[in-house]
Nanobody, 116 residues
Framework: QAQFVESGGGLVQPGGSLRLSCAAS????????MAWYRQTPGKQRELVAGITSGGGTTRYADSVKGRFTISRDNAKSLVVLQMNSLKPEDTATYYC?????????WGQGTQVTVSS
């Protein structure tokens, strides 16, 4: 059983928006800082956005700053990534996991394709 299950990806035109969701199945979710990561073939997985356990502090990769917003609902064990003004270079498989360079807990991810 995956600890995290991502959903919400799809095909969108440049400038469009997508909302990704991550459902967590672990009991300690509410005390974990969480993050969204993305990966494309031939490239290392990179951190896109992070959020503290209570949701009060966020951080973003420079490439998505001002366009993406990470949020969480601990009562529902959910982490959300709202992606606006999407660019072709945002095309990747998106994963959620704990922040802090996790080595386990990876789900299947959700594919985001930005293309005209």
């Amino acid at each position: 059983q995956a600890q995290f299950v991502e959903s919400g990806g799809g095909l969108v035109q440049p400038g469009g928006s997508l909302r990704l969701s991550c459902a967590a199945s672990i009991n300690i979710f509410r005390i974990l800082p969480m993050a969204w990561y993305r990966q494309t073939p031939g490239k290392q997985r990179e951190l896109v956005a992070g959020i503290t356990s209570g949701g009060g502090t966020t951080r973003y990769a420079d490439s998505v700053k001002g366009r993406f917003t990470i949020s969480r609902d601990n009562a529902k064990s959910l982490v959300v990534l709202q992606m606006n003004s999407l660019k072709p270079e945002d095309t990747a498989t998106y994963y959620c996991n704990r922040d802090g360079s996790p080595t386990a807990g990876w789900g299947q991810g959700t594919q985001v394709t930005v293309s005209s």
